[in-house]
């Protein structure tokens, strides 16, 4: 696959599209009649329903242990619900919404490890019908269902883990599909509404796609000679969407937790500290690559080349291209109106997580980027006939591969507190037998909060972890310790990578006062073949 478009093609193509309020293009003679596209959409939906179950369950209903940083959601969540308060009684430094939305399951079916991977299912769900509606605008023919597909084959299965990112990308995309075709003060006043729904899981990425939108008008006003007064007009139906979400939502846990800790948390300490951790800067760019044993990896290793290949060079090529139509072609700008909408959403997007753009993270926002690239390959021509042919077999392959796996593999389970969870890694596996049958629900561990989520185990501290970097304050480890002594902890999980002896204070380490705390009052219970180890108090 080409890094870099053609220009002519391109060209052509963007020729073809109608401008942004322009009705809908007549159809095509192989245009999908409405009933069969219906049908199919239905069978699509299906499809990745049945994909998604069965990556996330084992047969016929257990869920699969809910691992990554979904798990400090879900027990910041379960803290919510026992009466706790985010960033006064517990730290965190996203907004609240993916917590308020656990929360509200939790209160509804309780605390249950089915939840977090039924809520992927759901996602994945309406990412692929979101991008079958959006797609729909710019293709035709089957090729309308080739990005959901090329979607849920790659950045989608990389990344199971139901984070805020998932759940702000999703309001993002809704917000695309329902502007596409028209900007009218009530499409964009939702727009606006849930770019602010966006920034409730992720602070930078709400403002960001809502600062696109913003910029979007004012090309597609300048373009089309709008008047001054409706491009205003548009501006502040945005605007007042978005404020009235954000605003009423922030207020309440502003004044819950307090102004100036709500501030420090989500703020200060995300513009200060939080990019102390490699992985929360520049340098994790490319830095997660798969592991290279057993061929599965094969369908990892053309997903993370893929999506690092596609971002952020398919935007460059359009509005490159873009650029050089609107320079020698008079009025072409307006015809670009649908895929400008969907390049400046994407981009404004990956600039949301550029400063940490991991390749997790990148998945999470390249659906507008697959749109882009397969509306290209959507333009007449037989090599792009062929390519279009190849990643159909190469996604559909990797659709049904992933699931046989998970269901033929090996896996174990155990029966939790909250509820019969599978295993697919033997060690991590033999770590959770081990502490379930030595810990209680009367007992507290510190130092992995799905442990402490699916053991149903209290975590004492303010922290879900700590980190040897700036990232965890020295304040945070004095007000660690307090909480470990008051409680008198039972567990502790030291987990693999965090070393336990002293570091320099220079460093930016400063968990030193912790780690006398613990060779005073901890000894080393077990260590893991997970390379985690986890110390008992003393009596």
Aim: glycine fraction near 6%; aromatic fraction near 12%.
């Amino acid at each position: 696959m080409r890094n870099n478009l053609d220009s002519s093609n391109l060209l052509a193509k963007l020729d073809e599209l109608p401008t942004g309020n322009a009705a809908p293009m007549p159809h095509r003679p192989d245009q999908l009649k409405n009933r069969t596209f219906n049908a199919v959409v239905i069978f699509m939906m299906l499809a990745a329903f049945a994909a998604l179950y069965f990556q996330l369950f084992i047969f016929p209903n257990v869920p699969l242990l809910a691992q990554g940083d979904q798990s400090i959601y879900l027990l910041n969540a379960r803290r919510m619900l026992q009466g706790q308060v985010i960033y006064r009684d517990f730290f965190h430094f996203t907004l609240p919404g993916t917590e308020s939305t656990y929360y509200l399951l939790f209160k509804l079916f309780g605390v249950r490890a089915w939840i977090p991977n039924a809520m992927l299912v759901l996602m994945g769900m309406g990412l692929v019908g979101l991008s079958v509606a959006i797609s729909r605008k710019l293709m035709s023919g089957p090729t309308v269902f080739l990005p959901a597909a090329l979607f849920l084959a790659f950045p989608y299965h990389s990344v199971l883990d139901a984070t805020h990112h998932w759940y702000s990308t999703l309001a993002v995309m809704a917000a695309l599909a329902i502007t596409l075709e028209r900007r009218t003060s009530g499409r964009l006043c939702m727009a606006g509404a849930l770019c602010g729904v966006a920034t409730w899981f992720t602070q930078s990425m709400g403002p960001a796609v809502a600062l696109a939108f913003g910029n979007f008008l004012l090309w597609e006003g300048r373009s089309k000679h709008e008047k001054s007064g409706l491009v205003i007009r548009k501006e502040v139906s945005l605007l007042a969407g978005f404020v009235a979400v954000v605003v009423p939502f922030a207020t309440y846990f502003a004044a819950k937790a307090g102004i100036r800790q709500f501030l420090w948390c989500t703020v200060t300490f995300v513009l200060k500290y939080y990019p102390s951790d490699w992985y929360n800067n520049w340098r994790v760019y490319m830095a997660h690559r798969p592991a290279i044993h057993g061929w599965p990896v094969v369908l990892e290793w053309t997903g993370w080349i893929f999506i690092h290949a596609l971002l952020p060079l398919i935007y460059l090529a359009f509005f490159i291209v873009n650029r050089k139509r609107a320079r020698f072609c008079t009025g072409a700008s307006a015809r670009t109106a649908q895929p400008m909408l969907v390049a400046m959403v994407g981009s404004f997007s990956l600039l949301a997580v550029a400063p940490a753009s991991s390749y997790r993270r990148l998945c999470t926002v390249s659906l507008p980027a697959i749109i882009l690239l397969v509306w290209y390959l959507s333009s007449p021509g037989n090599r792009k006939k062929l390519r279009r042919i190849a990643i159909w077999a190469v996604s559909l392959c990797c659709i049904v591969i992933a699931p046989l796996l998970v269901q033929t593999n090996w896996h174990a389970f155990l029966n939790l507190p909250t509820g019969r969870t599978a295993f697919t890694n033997v060690n991590v596996y033999d770590e959770y037998r081990w502490i379930s049958q030595r810990a209680g629900p009367e007992d507290s561990l510190f130092g992995n909060q799905l442990i402490c989520f699916a053991l149903g185990l209290r975590n004492p501290t303010p922290l879900n972890f700590v980190t040897p970097s700036d990232y965890t304050r020295p304040e945070q480890v004095q007000s660690l310790v307090k909480s470990l002594e008051e409680d008198r902890a039972r567990y502790i999980l030291w987990y693999a990578g965090l070393p336990l002896s002293n570091a320099q204070e220079a460093s930016g380490d400063h968990l030193n006062p912790l780690r006398e705390y613990l060779r005073s009052h901890y000894h080393l219970a077990e260590t893991f073949a997970t390379g985690d180890r986890i110390l008992e108090r003393q009596q």
